[in-house]
């Protein structure tokens, strides 16, 4: 194993959306030095791999910013941030020019204007959203990237971090960086329950397999407050492949039918876990297989699906095109995903104030990863980027870097060596990974108990989910790949614990299916009508309650 100490004024740890656009930002604005390290390769990482059909995040003619932050705060049932989702919805339109401008294609209609699906949505041709993203970072002059490399810990000392230990996957390295600041802009959580798809095909799920919650892992063992993790997000999708529903609602204005052809989005409500509730219903009360009807819809809208989904989930229009049945001809089955965590849709993650700056000094928090303003989506992620940049150039003038201490990285080259040296281990890293969701479909509420759970539940996935974290300890890894692997369990261990306790923290249901709690099943806005925070102190997780920040205001870490 090789050994390498680097030294950056600004660390970007994940090279996705969010972190490209921090990065283009600063070289723009500074002079600083920045660092990327990307887990995978920065051309097609992170959730815009495999490209989008559209950006949802968009202040249309006739809109303004407070109207975004209003449709969020509606579809979260008033568990948000306003002040983030303001701060973010002001910078939209300006960051969605600025991809036109990188090269992205914008659909135009006759008047050279933005073509709008819906109210707050843009048609694009996006397949390669993110190479080009990429290419502009690359030509960066001060912007170095490490491809192929595994950030695993923060270095925190007395609350201020240093920088970040990390693993070069291809290269056989231990990395030690050094940062004056530090973005993370790792995303969300997936693979946390078991999927829709077992076995072979386990990772054909809605959210990037690939992305484990290693930033909310990495900042809730160095104490950093998190927030709202039990607000999961459970996606509408195709059944079977998984893919997105939104284009056949909101693109051909399919309504979502039970087997008896009846209608039943308006029983229920049209949110995101309102949209997965009626499905769960309708199935357990005998009136599934549930669809989103599409039969009878013209040649045209027929063309126009299948060339969108080749744009961002090509098995569903090879699933048409096998069967020799095009939508217009056949319903599309749906039905609810495994539970994520994910703070682009949902409020989960970093609590951060309005520059995105979370409770750990020095550490800002960006995309999937920062809390507390959902519905980011690619836009929004892009804006948080843009304000995390700015915050680190200002932090960086008034901080001087910080060593990190030599004992530090001999503890963290040690716990690697021991990961690579031969080990007595009875259990694999795939095999504690599968015992981890079956742990958390049947006892946090995944999809076997129809996302449903009570407090024992609870306290025996906690209990479980302890056990394979001690389990892990003693995990053997024959070369970095498989150690990747190791590091990518635990991470999800980390989170898994946290997701439980704030499951249990929440005495209301507030979010159906999202966090259906048996034990407590009707909302509770007088005591609940708060977020959920933790944090973790000597190894157990310390639950915080915090009074909603009222509209006009802002939080800046002040209580």
Same mark, same amino acid.
């Given at each position: 194993?090789?050994?390498?100490?680097?030294?950056?004024?600004?660390?970007?740890?994940?090279?996705?959306?969010?972190?490209?656009?921090?990065?283009?930002?600063?070289?723009?604005?500074?002079?600083?030095?920045?660092?990327?390290?990307?887990?995978?390769?920065?051309?097609?990482?992170?959730?815009?791999?495999?490209?989008?059909?559209?950006?949802?995040?968009?202040?249309?003619?006739?809109?303004?910013?407070?109207?975004?932050?209003?449709?969020?705060?509606?579809?979260?049932?008033?568990?948000?941030?306003?002040?983030?989702?303001?701060?973010?919805?002001?910078?939209?339109?300006?960051?969605?020019? =600025?991809?036109?401008?990188?090269?992205?294609?914008?659909?135009?209609?006759?008047?050279?204007?933005?073509?709008?699906?819906?109210?707050?949505?843009?048609?694009?041709?996006?397949?390669?959203?993110?190479?080009?993203?990429?290419?502009?970072?690359?030509?960066?002059?001060?912007?170095?990237?490490?491809?192929?490399?595994?950030?695993?810990?923060?270095?925190?000392?007395?609350?201020?971090?240093?920088?970040?230990?990390?693993?070069?996957?291809?290269?056989?390295?231990?990395?030690?960086?050094?940062?004056?600041?530090?973005?993370?802009?790792?995303?969300?959580?997936?693979?946390?329950?078991?999927?829709?798809?077992?076995?072979?095909?386990?990772?054909?799920?809605?959210?990037?397999?690939?992305?484990?919650?290693?930033?909310?892992?990495?900042?809730?063992?160095?104490?950093?407050?998190?927030?709202?993790?039990?607000?999961?997000?459970?996606?509408?999708?195709?059944?079977?492949?998984?893919?997105?529903?939104?284009?056949?609602?909101?693109?051909?204005?399919?309504?979502?039918?039970?087997?008896?052809?009846?209608?039943?989005?308006?029983?229920?409500?049209?949110?995101?876990?309102?949209?997965?509730?009626?499905?769960?219903?309708?199935?357990?009360?005998?009136?599934?297989?549930?669809?989103?009807?599409?039969?009878?819809?013209?040649?045209?809208?027929?063309?126009?699906?299948?060339?969108?989904?080749?744009?961002?989930?090509?098995?569903?229009?090879?699933?048409?095109?096998?069967?020799?049945?095009?939508?217009?001809?056949?319903?599309?089955?749906?039905?609810?995903?495994?539970?994520?965590?994910?703070?682009?849709?949902?409020?989960?993650?970093?609590?951060?104030?309005?520059?995105?700056?979370?409770?750990?000094?020095?550490?800002?928090?960006?995309?999937?990863?920062?809390?507390?303003?959902?519905?980011?989506?690619?836009?929004?992620?892009?804006?948080?980027?843009?304000?995390?940049?700015?915050?680190?150039?200002?932090?960086?003038?008034?901080?001087?870097?910080?060593?990190?201490?030599?004992?530090?990285?001999?503890?963290?080259?040690?716990?690697?060596?021991?990961?690579?040296?031969?080990?007595?281990?009875?259990?694999?890293?795939?095999?504690?990974?599968?015992?981890?969701?079956?742990?958390?479909?049947?006892?946090?509420?995944?999809?076997?108990?129809?996302?449903?759970?009570?407090?024992?539940?609870?306290?025996?996935?906690?209990?479980?989910?302890?056990?394979?974290?001690?389990?892990?300890?003693?995990?053997?890894?024959?070369?970095?790949?498989?150690?990747?692997?190791?590091?990518?369990?635990?991470?999800? !261990?980390?989170?898994?614990?946290?997701?439980?306790?704030?499951?249990?923290?929440?005495?209301?249901?507030?979010?159906?299916?999202?966090?259906?709690?048996?034990?407590?099943?009707?909302?509770?806005?007088?005591?609940?009508?708060?977020?959920?925070?933790?944090?973790?102190?000597?190894?157990?997780?310390?639950?915080?309650? =915090?009074? !909603?920040?009222?509209?006009?205001?802002?939080?800046?870490?002040?209580?």
């Amino acid at each position: 194993m090789k050994i390498e100490k680097l030294k950056t004024d600004i660390l970007i740890i994940g090279g996705g959306t969010a972190g490209c656009y921090a990065a283009l930002t600063i070289s723009e604005n500074s002079d600083a030095k920045v660092l990327i390290c990307e887990k995978a390769h920065i051309k097609r990482s992170g959730c815009l791999a495999a490209g989008v059909n559209a950006l949802n995040a968009y202040i249309v003619e006739g809109r303004v910013p407070q109207d975004y932050v209003d449709y969020a705060k509606k579809d979260a049932d008033g568990i948000v941030r306003e002040d983030l989702l303001l701060t973010m919805s002001e910078r939209l339109n300006a960051v969605t020019e =600025r991809l036109e401008q990188l090269g992205l294609v914008i659909l135009k209609d006759e008047n050279g204007k933005y073509v709008a699906r819906g109210n707050r949505n843009l048609k694009i041709n996006g397949e390669n959203i993110k190479p080009i993203l990429a290419g502009a970072v690359e030509k960066l002059p001060n912007v170095t990237i490490l491809n192929r490399v595994n950030i695993t810990d923060y270095d925190v000392e007395n609350n201020r971090i240093k920088g970040a230990f990390g693993i070069g996957i291809e290269n056989d390295t231990f990395y030690s960086i050094e940062a004056n600041a530090v973005i993370v802009a790792t995303g969300g959580a997936a693979g946390l329950y078991k999927p829709n798809n077992p076995g072979f095909s386990r990772h054909k799920m809605w959210y990037p397999p690939f992305n484990t919650g290693a930033g909310y892992a990495m900042g809730i063992n160095a104490g950093a407050e998190m927030t709202t993790f039990e607000m999961r997000f459970i996606a509408l999708r195709c059944k079977d492949t998984i893919a997105p529903t939104g284009t056949l609602a909101q693109g051909v204005g399919a309504k979502q039918i039970n087997s008896l052809g009846e209608v039943y989005e308006t029983k229920y409500g049209i949110t995101t876990s309102e949209r997965v509730y009626g499905t769960v219903n309708e199935n357990q009360e005998g009136r599934g297989p549930c669809y989103l009807r599409t039969e009878g819809i013209t040649p045209e809208q027929d063309e126009s699906l299948i060339k969108a989904y080749l744009n961002m989930a090509p098995s569903q229009t090879l699933k048409w095109i096998e069967s020799g049945r095009m939508p217009s001809e056949q319903n599309v089955e749906i039905e609810g995903t495994e539970p994520y965590i994910v703070g682009g849709h949902t409020a989960s993650g970093y609590w951060v104030d309005t520059k995105r700056a979370t409770t750990v000094k020095g550490l800002y928090a960006a995309g999937d990863v920062a809390g507390g303003s959902p519905q980011k989506y690619v836009t929004g992620a892009l804006a948080e980027g843009e304000i995390a940049a700015y915050a680190v150039i200002d932090f960086i003038k008034d901080n001087e870097i910080q060593s990190i201490d030599e004992n530090k990285i001999n503890e963290k080259i040690s716990e690697v060596e021991k990961f690579l040296s031969k080990g007595d281990t009875r259990f694999t890293t795939e095999q504690l990974e599968e015992a981890m969701q079956t742990v958390m479909d049947s006892y946090a509420g995944g999809i076997k108990t129809n996302y449903r759970f009570n407090e024992k539940q609870l306290n025996i996935a906690d209990k479980k989910i302890v056990d394979l974290q001690k389990l892990s300890e003693s995990l053997h890894a024959e070369d970095f790949q498989e150690l990747m692997y190791i590091y990518e369990l635990r991470e999800r !261990l980390t989170v898994c614990r946290s997701v439980i306790a704030h499951l249990k923290a929440r005495h209301e249901t507030r979010w159906h299916s999202f966090a259906e709690n048996l034990d407590y099943p009707e909302k509770d806005n007088e005591n609940f009508l708060k977020y959920v925070n933790s944090r973790l102190e000597n190894g157990e997780i310390k639950i915080i309650i =915090r009074d !909603l920040v009222e509209r006009g205001a802002a939080y800046e870490h002040s209580n």
